[in-house]
């Protein structure tokens, strides 16, 4: 994974990674979890890379982008457990040899499920026509 000084990453969200605990990010942060069967994924590094290079709508729309597998995972090396992944998988109920993605808005929600690698435009369209993305643009004056 090429290093990434301008996205924001989950660096201190993994510590934090059980599934009561995601609540912790509702209102503040929309997140991208990445589901792959191996920690070492290409699945992973093609869909991140797709977001690195839309680093500035990554930030604009608060989005922390987190990769979980079986075996734990890392995102800008920091470790996830594997204690942790397993409870996100059972908290969404995905079957750990697929590549899956989710899209979890600020309110905590599941806004996506998505089993293969992904474009930013839609993700980022479906984010936009939220109605609290409306209003965060409104407020920013891009609308």
Sequence with gaps: MKPLTT???????????TAQELDNYKWQNRLLLIFTPTEQSDQF???F?????????VVDRDLLIIHVSPEGGKVNNT?????????????????????????????GGVK??????????????????MP????????????
């Design 7 to 17: 996205m924001i990453l989950a660096m201190t969200f993994l510590t934090h990674l």
């Design 79 to 107: 470790e996830i457990t594997s204690r942790k992944a397993e409870k996100l998988y059972d908290r969404f109920d995905l079957p750990k040899d697929s590549f899956n993605l989710l899209l979890i808005g600020k309110d």
């Design 112 to 129: 996506l499920r998505k089993r293969e690698i992904t474009p930013t435009q839609p993700i980022f369209d479906l984010i936009d026509s």
């Design 45 to 47: 590094e093609e869909q």
């Design 132 to 143: 609290m993305r409306q209003r965060e643009m409104k407020w920013d004056g891009d609308l």
């Design 49 to 57: 890379s797709l977001f690195s290079e839309k680093q500035e709508g």
